[in-house]
Protein backbone atom coordinates (compact mmCIF):
# COMPACT_ATOMS: atom_id res chain seq x y z
CA UNK A 1 0.00 0.00 0.00
CA UNK A 2 1.20 3.27 -0.91
CA UNK A 3 1.57 5.45 1.66
CA UNK A 4 3.23 9.43 2.26
CA UNK A 5 3.57 10.71 6.16
CA UNK A 6 4.39 14.47 6.17
CA UNK A 7 5.78 15.72 9.41
CA UNK A 8 7.53 19.19 10.57
CA UNK A 9 4.67 21.82 10.12
CA UNK A 10 4.33 24.37 12.54
CA UNK A 11 4.09 28.03 13.94
CA UNK A 12 6.70 30.60 13.02
CA UNK A 13 7.73 34.15 12.53
CA UNK A 14 7.95 36.14 9.53
CA UNK A 15 11.59 35.43 8.03
CA UNK A 16 11.73 31.96 10.24
CA UNK A 17 12.59 28.51 8.69
CA UNK A 18 10.87 25.32 8.71
CA UNK A 19 11.99 21.95 7.43
CA UNK A 20 8.99 19.71 6.18
CA UNK A 21 9.85 15.81 4.93
CA UNK A 22 7.44 13.21 3.13
CA UNK A 23 8.45 9.37 3.90
CA UNK A 24 7.54 7.69 1.25
CA UNK A 25 6.43 3.94 1.54
CA UNK A 26 5.23 0.41 -0.64
CA UNK A 27 6.78 1.63 -3.56
CA UNK A 28 9.70 3.95 -5.59
CA UNK A 29 8.30 6.87 -7.35
CA UNK A 30 9.90 9.17 -10.39
CA UNK A 31 9.11 12.83 -9.87
CA UNK A 32 8.64 13.77 -5.71
CA UNK A 33 6.81 17.15 -5.38
CA UNK A 34 5.36 19.86 -2.52
CA UNK A 35 1.84 21.53 -3.10
CA UNK A 36 0.08 23.72 -0.87
CA UNK A 37 -3.20 25.09 -0.24
CA UNK A 38 -4.34 27.81 1.68
CA UNK A 39 -8.15 28.47 2.64
CA UNK A 40 -10.31 29.57 0.19
CA UNK A 41 -7.96 28.77 -2.72
CA UNK A 42 -6.89 25.74 -4.83
CA UNK A 43 -4.09 23.75 -4.03
CA UNK A 44 -0.75 25.01 -5.85
CA UNK A 45 2.18 23.87 -7.30
CA UNK A 46 5.32 24.97 -4.75
CA UNK A 47 8.52 22.35 -5.98
CA UNK A 48 9.16 19.25 -7.54
CA UNK A 49 12.59 17.39 -7.42
CA UNK A 50 13.45 14.45 -10.20
CA UNK A 51 14.01 11.22 -9.22
CA UNK A 52 17.79 11.04 -9.06
CA UNK A 53 17.58 14.74 -7.31
CA UNK A 54 19.59 16.22 -10.04
CA UNK A 55 16.75 18.70 -11.60
CA UNK A 56 14.17 20.87 -9.67
CA UNK A 57 11.42 22.75 -10.42
CA UNK A 58 10.22 25.44 -8.42
CA UNK A 59 7.50 28.12 -8.77
CA UNK A 60 8.86 31.86 -9.20
CA UNK A 61 7.37 33.03 -6.01
CA UNK A 62 9.58 30.73 -3.48
CA UNK A 63 13.33 30.10 -6.23
CA UNK A 64 15.84 31.64 -3.73
CA UNK A 65 14.06 30.75 -0.48
CA UNK A 66 12.79 27.11 -0.96
CA UNK A 67 15.00 24.30 -1.38
CA UNK A 68 13.84 20.82 -2.21
CA UNK A 69 15.88 17.20 -1.20
CA UNK A 70 15.75 13.94 -1.45
CA UNK A 71 17.51 10.93 -0.39
CA UNK A 72 16.76 7.91 -1.86
CA UNK A 73 17.83 5.56 0.35
CA UNK A 74 15.58 6.42 3.08
CA UNK A 75 12.14 7.31 0.34
CA UNK A 76 11.88 10.68 1.99
CA UNK A 77 11.65 14.18 0.71
CA UNK A 78 12.30 17.27 2.47
CA UNK A 79 11.50 20.86 1.73
CA UNK A 80 13.79 23.23 3.28
CA UNK A 81 11.85 26.92 3.60
CA UNK A 82 13.56 29.76 4.27
CA UNK A 83 12.91 33.67 4.74
CA UNK A 84 9.19 32.71 5.44
CA UNK A 85 6.36 35.09 4.51
CA UNK A 86 2.73 35.37 5.90
CA UNK A 87 1.65 34.47 2.59
CA UNK A 88 3.49 31.29 2.51
CA UNK A 89 0.81 29.72 5.40
CA UNK A 90 -0.97 26.85 3.96
CA UNK A 91 -1.34 23.46 4.32
CA UNK A 92 1.61 21.71 2.96
CA UNK A 93 0.87 18.40 0.92
CA UNK A 94 3.74 16.26 -0.50
CA UNK A 95 2.66 14.41 -3.69
CA UNK A 96 4.10 11.64 -5.68
CA UNK A 97 4.41 11.25 -9.60
CA UNK A 98 5.47 8.02 -11.75
CA UNK A 99 6.23 10.36 -14.39
CA UNK A 100 9.38 12.35 -15.25
CA UNK A 101 10.05 15.40 -16.28
CA UNK A 102 8.36 18.98 -15.07
CA UNK A 103 5.12 18.03 -13.39
CA UNK A 104 3.37 20.64 -11.99
CA UNK A 105 -0.46 19.96 -12.12
CA UNK A 106 -1.77 17.83 -9.12
CA UNK A 107 -4.04 15.41 -12.17
CA UNK A 108 -0.20 14.22 -12.57
CA UNK A 109 0.98 12.96 -9.38
CA UNK A 110 -0.53 9.53 -8.06
CA UNK A 111 -0.38 9.54 -4.29
CA UNK A 112 -0.51 11.97 -1.97
CA UNK A 113 0.11 12.69 2.21
CA UNK A 114 -2.09 13.79 4.23
CA UNK A 115 -0.86 17.46 4.57
CA UNK A 116 0.86 19.61 7.40
CA UNK A 117 -0.01 22.72 8.29
CA UNK A 118 2.46 25.88 8.34
CA UNK A 119 1.41 28.84 9.51
CA UNK A 120 3.51 32.43 9.07
CA UNK A 121 2.50 35.04 11.67
CA UNK A 122 3.78 39.00 10.81
Known amino acids: QVQLVESGGGLVQAGGSVRLSCAAS??????MGWFRQAPGKEREFVVA????????YYVDSVKGRFTISRDNAKNTVYLRMNKLKPEDTAVYYC?????????????????WGQGTQVTVSS
Open 26 to 31: GRTFNV
Open 49 to 56: ISQLGSIQ
Open 95 to 111: AASAFGGDRRRPSEYAA
